[in-house]
Every structure is written in C-alpha cells, then in structure tokens.
C-alpha cells in the first residue's frame, strides 16, 4: 500500500503540523492533523494497492461436474497438459490421446480414482503442432460409463 498526504495551512503565524494517518489493509483510511497555532488545513490522502490475481488450474477444477472433462492449458504450447474430470463415485478414469487419422498417441490411466475431481498430468511436448482428440472414459463399480470426446490444439 502506497499512501501519501497533503497539508495546506493558511494561518495569520507560521504553522508546525502533526499528522499521522493509517491504511488499514482493506483499503480504508483515517487522518489526524494537530496544527499550531489554530489555522485551519485541508488534507488530502491518497491511497494506492496494487493486487496480483492468480488463477491456478487446481481451482478451476472444482467447476467440473460429475462425468465432465476438461484439459488445461487448451492450446498447450509448453510441455505438461492436465486433464480434470470427475467422478460421483470411485470409478476407473481412462484417457486415450488420438490424432485426426484416428491414431492412438497416447493412453492414460488413473484406476481406482477416488470420488470427487482429480487430474491427469500428461507430457505433450513430443506432439508436432496440430489438433489432436482425447477420449475421455469414466467407468464405475456398476458398470455406467461415460464417455467425452474433445478437442486439443498443440501450438510450437
């Protein structure tokens, strides 16, 4: 927090002032001026904070539904890509990573996964750039499976 403060006197002797001012860390603020000899004086304070959002992959997560997917980052022009998904009950999590020919480039498994989200990591930095498909499948101890087909952009 940045914070400055202004004192204008206009008294009939020369002024002394004190003043003390507090920011408070949710931004408000309070001012005292003491001036002698009694004169009147305007203060003005200004404050600044400077704040730095941070969206991280783990929160966007919980967005996910029962029996959704996701892939994270979507183009991927970097090394790892995640896959978030999840699961109303424990439940074998199969994903297979195909390109536009239909060709299996890759498959990953995360047997058992518990309920609840969970991800997948996976190192995309072999795959040329291009569009890929991934097959996501979630099959439970019943037998119920669901099944998301999306889309991966890979970009050098």
């Given at each position: 927090?940045?914070?400055?403060?202004?004192?204008?006197?206009?008294?009939?002797?020369?002024?002394?002032?004190?003043?003390?001012?507090?920011?408070?860390?949710?931004?408000?603020?309070?001012?005292?001026?003491?001036?002698?000899?009694?004169?009147?004086?305007?203060?003005?304070?200004?404050?600044?904070?400077?704040?730095?959002?941070?969206?991280?992959?783990?929160?966007?997560?919980?967005?996910?539904?029962?029996?959704?997917?996701?892939?994270?980052?979507?183009?991927?022009?970097?090394?790892?890509?995640?896959?978030?998904?999840?699961?109303?009950?424990?439940?074998?999590?199969?994903?297979?990573?195909?390109n536009v020919a239909g060709e299996k480039i890759a498959s990953?498994?995360?047997?058992?996964?518990?309920?609840?989200?969970?991800?997948?990591?996976?190192?995309?930095?072999?795959?040329?750039?291009?569009?890929?498909?991934?097959?996501?499948?979630?099959?439970?101890?019943?037998?119920?499976?669901?099944?998301?087909?999306?889309?991966?952009?890979?970009?050098?």
């Open positions: 927090v940045t914070a400055s403060i202004t004192v204008t006197a206009t008294p009939s002797a020369t002024p002394s002032t004190s003043a003390t001012y507090t920011v408070s860390p949710t931004g408000s603020a309070s001012s005292t001026v003491s001036p002698t000899p009694s004169c009147s004086a305007t203060v003005t304070l200004t404050a600044t904070r400077s704040v730095t959002a941070t969206v991280s992959p783990t929160y966007a997560a919980m967005a996910v539904g029962a029996g959704q997917f996701f892939s994270y980052p979507n183009p991927i022009k970097g090394k790892q890509l995640w896959f978030y998904y999840a699961c109303q009950a424990p439940a074998q999590v199969t994903i297979d990573i195909v990953l498994t995360d047997t058992p996964a518990a309920s609840g989200t969970a991800r997948i990591s996976w190192d995309a930095s072999k795959l040329a750039p291009g569009i890929y498909l991934y097959r996501a499948r979630i099959e439970d101890a019943d037998g119920v499976r669901t099944f998301s087909w999306q889309k991966i952009a890979v970009v050098k």
